[in-house]
């Protein structure tokens, strides 16, 4: 069977939007079969391919034929752009790697998204052809591009996008083309996305597909989610109080479904009115369990299976933080503890952020960005507080307290600039008994400051002092002892003219 060559007729357009009514009826509920598909970064995953269906479904976006159609979605996990080779090929010693000498079968497909779910009305949620002016209106494959002959047709085009859900679609022009690799592009995806992938085998022989992600490693690249491989409805949900949330699941031999709710931290469960497919629109928090059946009504294997939909809007009751290291240490470290809602705590909930202000002089900006970790080291001395909330969530958004570290600046230039022209020490104007002493480096008394006065100028009895390193002794309560014990601290500084 030959590949049809570029759509050159009107007579050839309209023979092929009279197959694809032909297959119209399989379209309807063609998707419902689709199965989940990711990249891996560990390990290349393979799928079976289809055969024995040789009519497919007809003409749908660029692919004049659907042979053999194979139907998978996909979902992000990391936002981002995705980057993908699509692969197909008889794997003779079933070890599910393109081996050397394996033969390789062509590969066409078509994707649509982003979706809300996976499980959708496909004639009505998946667009079958293009629309170049965005007029809403005869949307016909024939306005579809093949992304072999414009790459850029789907993530930028010459109108923007088509105007439609078809986010990619390419096919190679025939078998003898020897071109056995699809690039599949996704642009800007967001976490919880899915998207539908047709894939179709133009060969008609039993094989594998591999879905490879060949740009994890680049900078804003986005990853599919694994998880949902797995029976059942996946990973708890946190939303940042929006809702609805969409949540869906599927057991392997399931034909009907259905949904039950209990609230959080309980396991009494009612059934939700109506909720006989595998996904639900969420309004509300809760426990969500989803149980499967086949086609005599018995629970399948690995159901039911449920998951919680928290609102971690106000997760935080409030940020505390511990200091590593006594006053004067030079360098420090920051760890900061959330204490959250009784909610949060009981569900598990447990992926806070964590971001590092410094106060400047004029007001705290980011120092640190936000990061998984609650630990910051390295922290030079100043002011600072630590801003934590639940991840992706600002609204959950809270902070410590003001943390002060005691410091001394390495140097200081009084020559009138403005910059650094006195010295004192950081952060001690809040220990008001504080002793401080500066002396030469013979040991001679210069000067006796003040805590949070205006430091030392560089001069003894109205005199410049020159250029050199210079010593000062601080008697003072540690702050970062509950006691506040009496501490004696000695350092030394330079005076650069």
Known sequence: MEKLPPRISLFLIFTCICCFQLFAQDFDTACRTAQPFCSDASVDLTFPNT????????????????????WYFIRIDQPGNLVFDIHQWVDSNDNRILDNGERQLDVDFIAWGPLATSFIDCEGDLSIGCDLNGDGENIRPAECVNNVDDPLFYTTGPLGLDNTNIVDCSYARTPDDDIFTETFTINNAQSGEYYMVLITNFANEEGVIQLRQTNLNDANAGTTDCSILEPGVGADVATCGEFPVTIEGRFPGAV???WARADVGTTNFVDVAGANVPYLEVTTEGVYQLSGFDAGGTQVADSPDDLVV?????????????IAEESFAGSYTITADVQATSEIEAAGFNDFEYRLDRNFGNGFIEYRPFQSSPVFSNVPPGDYFVMARYRDCPASEERTMVISILGYPKYFTPNGDGFHDSWSLINIQDQPAALIYIFDRHGKLLKQLIPGGEGWDGTYNGVNMPSSEYWFRVEFNEPRDPNMRRRVFAGSFSLIR
């Open 51 to 70: 055969i024995n269906d040789l009519d497919g479904l007809g003409e749908i976006g660029c692919l004049n034929t659907t042979p053999n159609p194979a």
């Open 310 to 322: 928290l609102d971690v809007s106000d997760a935080i009751v409030s940020v505390n933080y511990d």
């Open 256 to 258: 009907s479904y259905q």
